[in-house]
């Protein structure tokens, strides 16, 4: 079963960056896509990000389109999320998971425990 963990989250003035990890200690998950997803208080689960993990496509959100980066690892079996000119609206728990889909969060079947990101105006 792949096993997925996120770190790297904190808190970060408007204009900062961060690095999202997102290990897996499971299963491999070659040949999954494996996406970031982010969810506000109050707000549905939002796609932010995805990249299939053995061609290494990518695929972003029209809201973080330029700003994030996303990336792999595939030795290290590891997803990095770069974020860049953080905004207060990025403010959210950030989540990775692994699936066959792009967008949809029901897509996916394997989820990490999520990583709160805090950027203050």
């Known amino acids: 079963q792949v096993h997925l963990v996120e770190s790297g989250g904190g808190f970060v003035q408007a204009g900062g960056s961060l690095r999202l990890s997102c290990a897996n200690s499971g299963r491999t998950f070659s040949g999954y896509t494996v996406g970031w997803f982010r969810q506000a208080p109050g707000k549905e689960r939002d796609f932010v990000a995805a990249i299939y993990t053995s061609g290494g496509n990518t695929h972003y959100s029209d809201s973080v389109k330029g700003r994030f980066t996303i990336s792999r690892d595939k030795v290290a079996e590891t997803v990095y999320l770069q974020m860049n000119s953080l905004k207060p609206e990025d403010t959210a728990v950030y989540y990775c998971?692994?699936?066959?889909?792009?967008?949809?969060?029901?897509?996916?079947?394997?989820w990490g425990q999520g990583t709160q990101v805090t950027v203050s105006s």
């Open positions: 998971a692994a699936g066959a889909g792009i967008v949809a969060a029901s897509d996916y079947i394997h």
